[in-house]
């Protein structure tokens, strides 16, 4: 039986999704050396998580005003598997914070030009976009209230999410009051875990943190107390398996048809396909190769859909999800 692949990418991030081509032109052109982890990663090769940091940010450098943030939204349309059937849809993680106020690249208010210019194109296209604002773990819980200083007074309709992402160095535990002050503002709540920190951190994301998505969560398969936690409560994970390969290089073989088999609600995302070039058709190519079965490929495309926020609309404490898909 052969399945098209899911037409929704439910993990990709706006800072790593500027094209290669045009970041390597971009630096030549500036006389800028290009980090040697980016290149290896462009060449497909894996690098530990420490070197993807100073390339991933070598990268989003360029993003440099509104016509820069919309020109990646239409490059994250085209990474999406061609065709008008069946829902289209971008969850979509972005971190003003580093932009704005740390890089300072770019305005708040030509960041969220930008997006809204490109998510409006995206939708003509019949593609919704859901925006979920990233903190960084590791810079710890005063970051984390920065970060939402910064969103919350003005936060356009399309953002509906807040996670972490980053080191996994910081408990969960000490998160939990910036995450209980992102839920009582209206967000949803995920967070990368089980990536480049262990596997309970995913528990501990979910039952003390509060969250409600899991971004990779991979190492959660070492221990089925968690797979069983993930299934009953129905967390959906996104898995970005070119990513994994690449930032994850103990993983060993990939756990993903593990993950479905014991329940988990797993869908495909493309991560940071510039820094780590891929598109979610190549993801569906790479998912096929685990020798997953018929029902594992029916179950990632049925969770892309059913899970995915950008598709979702409804209350989400007193914000209207679907005014964000209005045309």
Known sequence: MSLLPPRVDRHTHLEGSLDPAWVKAQAQREGLGLPPSLEALWRDEIVPFEAFIPAFFFSCGFL???????????????RLAPGADGPRG???WVSPHHLCRGAQLLTLDELWRGMDEGIAEARAQGVQVAVV??????????????VLDLVLPERP????GFSTGGLEGVPFRDWAPVFDRARKAGLRLAAHAGENGPGTNVRDAILEAGVSRIVHGVRAAAHPDILDLLAERRIPVDVCLTSNRCLIPDLGPHPLKAMLRAGVRCALGTDDPGVMPCDLPGEWRKAQALGLEAQDLEALRRHAV?????????LIGGTRLDRAFEA
């Open 306 to 314: 059913e899970d995915a926020w950008s598709l979702q609309t409804g």
């Open 133 to 146: 604002i990233d903190a960084v773990n590791h810079f710890g819980i005063a970051h984390g209230h920065e």
């Open 90 to 92: 971008i969850d979509l």
């Open 157 to 160: 309709d399309w953002v509906v």
């Open 64 to 78: 440099r005003g509104a016509e820069a943030a919309r020109e990646i939204l239409r490059a994250a349309v085209r």
